[in-house]
């Protein structure tokens, strides 16, 4: 099952909205002043990813079937903080007064213990012509140190997907400014995703979007390609198709098989890790994605969703917890009012809830 992506005339495109199974079509000078204030965040957010995911390449290129076997993170834990680094240091250039809620921040990497790998992301950022003392990358990487919500402050994922990123599998890069508790602009990369799902010769894409202007996918290396993107329009549930986790650490396989065998849907599930799983749904190769919780107090961080949330919705597809509810990103690091996360294409959203109700009545 493949998405349709929305096609350009010379004079219209269609811009999907967030609303449920909307369709609008709009001018481009429309299109323009819909992004309009949020424009340079956009492209800010868009250069920042790339950067970090190109880094993230990079290095994942290094790792050997003799660090597997080893079990060795080291490859992920340069990448990670290298990541993070690259994009607050864009951040702070560009919006010096914006708090940023990261993943991670350099106490541990400041250890004597770890110096070997604090002097390993200085390398790297050199190769990438950051030139910048311990110091400085450990400031960089404390950019992203905020946990308290602020009326607007950005959200950062440096390498969602870890296991993914080790074994040489999906992964991503996800930026999302937050603007009064909701999500304005998302910046999405994903290095080992092909910009087309039947054709994997071209590989490594970026999705950003801004609120009410769509999503859009370019090329990671060069920023070409600029393509609306758009969800399915699939609204049977038995030919729907589910989008997993490789593993179930997150998210409970048993239970998706469950609400799957309850819908009809016989398709196998596409597996994949970290957020590109919001990629494949927002342009069509799968129609629901469910993060259900594999335990009673486990709460979801908001850099986990917030860019791919974003992506979705702007793409057709809609995004709530397991009881509706719109994810509310007001309390800090954690979507602490939510419970687990559902994503469809939008048409099958209704089918999905009513078939988590039941699974939990049972």
Known sequence: MTGAAASDTPDRRIVITGDVGRVCWKTK??????????????????????????????????????????KDRSPVTVADFGSQAVVCRILEQE???DPVIGEEDSHELQQD??????????SELAAQGIDGSPEQVC?????????????????LDPIDGTKGFLRGGQYAVSLALIVQGEIKVAALACPNLPLYASDDSM??????????????????ENGRGDSPVESSRTENPSEAR?????????????????????????????RLDSQAKYAVVARGEA????RLPTRPDYTEKIWDHAGGVLVVEEAGGTVTDVYG?????????ELSANKGVVVTNGPLHDDVLQALRKLESE
């Not at 213990?113 to 200085?122: G, I, K, W, Y």
């Not at 590989?203 to 990671?220: K, Y």
């Not at 509810?325 to 690091?333: Q, Y």
């Open 29 to 70: 000078e429309d299109f323009s002043a819909m992004s309009e204030g949020f424009g340079q965040e956009r492209e800010v957010a868009e250069k920042a990813v790339q950067a970090a995911a190109l880094l993230c390449r990079r290095i994942q290129g290094t790792i050997t079937e003799e660090v597997l076997e080893k």
């Open 95 to 97: 919006f010096p007064d």
């Open 139 to 155: 400031r960089w990487i404390d950019r992203g140190g905020a946990h308290e919500y602020s009326d607007r402050f950005w959200t």
């Open 113 to 122: 213990d770890n110096r070997v790998f604090l002097d390993a992301v200085c």
């Open 287 to 290: 129609d629901i994605y469910l």
């Open 242 to 270: 589910f989008c997993e986790s490789v593993e179930s650490g997150h998210s409970s396989h048993s239970a998706s098989a469950r609400i799957a065998e309850s819908l009809g849907i016989t398709q196998p599930p596409v």
């Open 203 to 220: 590989t490594g894409v970026v999705f950003t979007a801004i609120r009410g202007a769509g999503c859009h996918v370019t090329v990671l």
């Open 325 to 333: 509810k719109p994810l509310e990103f007001t309390h800090g690091h």
